[in-house]
C-alpha cells in the first residue's frame, strides 16, 4: 500500500512536487545579422555604404583626383531630398548618390581599376566578416590580379605616350629645320650674322651640328656659331651669299650637297668667314635635312 502511494505520487509529472525538467538552451539566432556563432553583423546600409566609401576612395586617385562625380552625387542627394524621393528610397538615398559618384569616377579610369577598387572593397569587406577568411582570401585574390594588370596597362601606357611624344618632337623640329636646298646656305649665314646659335644649330641637326662644330674647333655648335659671328666684317653681305651655278647637287638617291665653299672663292673680299659642304637628304616635297657637314679644306 505504502509502496504504490509512493510509485503514483513520483510518475504523476502534474504534481507539484515533481522534480522540474533541464533547462534547454535557445538557439542562437543566426542570418544576415550574424558573422558567426553568437556575433553581430553590422547592418546591411551601414555595411554597404562603408562599401560605397571604399570604391570612391579607391577610385579617386584613378580618376585624376576630379571633384565633378562628388559635387554630383551630392547634387543627386539634394534633387532626392527635394522631391521627396528619399521615403520612396527607405533611406537608401545616400547609398544612391555613393553609387552614382562611383559609376561616375570608374567612367574616367581604366577597367583595371575598376577591378583594383573592387578588390579592395572586398577585402574591406572581408575584414568585417573574420573569423570568416573566404571572403577576405576572394578580396585578396583579385586585388594581386587587378593590381598587377592595373600597372602593367599603366607602364606600357606611359611608355607608349612618352615615346609618341618623342616622335611628335622629333617630327616638329624636323619640319622647321627642313628647308629647299638652296635656301640652305643663305639659312645659315644669317644665322651666324645675327648670332642666332639656337636657330642655326637647330637647322644644322645632330650629327651634322656636331661635325659643324668640330671643322670650327668649337666645343659644340652654339659655341661655334658665336665664335663665327665674330669674325663676320659685313653681316648683311654674308646673309645673301650668292652661289653660282651647279654648287646645288641633288641625286635621284633623294640626297643633295650644298658646295658653300663656292659662295665667296675670294677669301679676302669674304663678308665673313666662308663655310664648307653640307650633306642634305629628302624630306617632304622639295625640303631637306641636313645630315652631315665638313669642311672647305
Known sequence: MDER??????????????APEPERPE??????????????????????????????????????????????GLGVLVLVSLLRLDRVLFGWAPHLAGLVVVVLMAAR???WAWGLAAGLAVLV???????????LAAGAAVTLVCGVGYGVAHYR??????????AADTRYRQSRSALP???????????IAADDAVKACGILGSPAGQQFAAAFGA?????????????????????NPRLPAGSVVKRSDHTA??????????????????????????YQGSTYLITGYRSCG
Open 27 to 72: 538557439p542562437e539566432q543566426s542570418g544576415p545579422g550574424q558573422s558567426g556563432p553568437g556575433r553581430q553583423r553590422w547592418p546591411i546600409r551601414v555595411f554597404a555604404g562603408l562599401i560605397l566609401l571604399a570604391a570612391v576612395l579607391l577610385l579617386w586617385p584613378f580618376a585624376d583626383w576630379s571633384w565633378w562625380p562628388i559635387v554630383i
Open 125 to 135: 569587406a572581408g575584414f568585417t566578416r573574420l573569423p570568416d577568411w573566404r571572403v
Open 257 to 282: 650637297t650644298v658646295l658653300g665653299c663656292r659662295a665667296w672663292p675670294d677669301p679676302a673680299a669674304a663678308p665673313g668667314p666662308p663655310l664648307g659642304q653640307f650633306e642634305l637628304r629628302l
Open 157 to 166: 601606357t606611359t611608355a607608349q605616350l612618352r615615346a609618341d611624344q618623342a
Open 181 to 191: 636646298a638652296e635656301a640652305v646656305l643663305p639659312s645659315i649665314t644669317t644665322d
Open 5 to 18: 502511494r509512493t510509485f503514483s505520487r513520483a510518475g504523476d509529472p502534474s504534481r507539484a512536487d515533481a
Open 219 to 239: 666645343p659644340d655648335c652654339a659655341s661655334a656659331v658665336h665664335q663665327l659671328n665674330a669674325r663676320v666684317v659685313n653681316p648683311r653681305g654674308y646673309a
Open 109 to 111: 579610369s581604366d577597367p
